[in-house]
């Protein structure tokens, strides 16, 4: 079955990097669009940034994260740097079959989901 595994979260101070990894299993990773979405305690999911199957990418917040993908490997990755407190939360990866050719940027639009890694920027 589809498996989506994060892993990479932890603690870290403001200005801090974190590199997240999500490995996935139960589908032609190849195929699929991936995407990051946090979770922030008490707020609503936010789309963080999302990467296509021809590895177009979108990003809410420009600048500081990278998100990237390995298709041989099965992994896609979220470099997170410059990080400030209000990253804090749990960050899922998701997975969506898409033959549109449009990255989409909306979390409901993702149907495979993992787990997630919390992430806590403080001092």
């Known amino acids: 079955q589809v498996q989506l595994v994060e892993s990479g979260g932890g603690l870290v101070q403001p200005g801090g990097s974190l590199r997240l990894s999500c490995a996935a299993s139960g589908f032609t990773f190849g195929t699929y669009d991936m995407s990051w979405v946090r979770q922030a305690p008490g707020k609503e999911g936010e789309f963080v940034a999302a990467?296509?199957?021809?590895?177009d990418t979108y990003y809410a917040d420009s600048g500081r994260f990278t998100i990237s993908r390995d298709n041989a490997k099965n992994t896609v990755y979220l470099q997170m740097n410059s990080l400030k407190p209000e990253d804090t939360g749990v960050y899922y990866c998701?997975?969506?079959?898409?033959?549109?050719?449009?990255?989409?940027?909306?979390?409901?639009?993702?149907?495979?989901w993992g787990q997630g890694t919390q992430v806590t920027v403080s001092a």
């Open positions: 998701a997975a969506r079959y898409s033959t549109s050719g449009i990255l989409s940027r909306e979390a409901n639009d993702y149907v495979h």
């Open positions: 990467i296509g199957r021809s590895g």
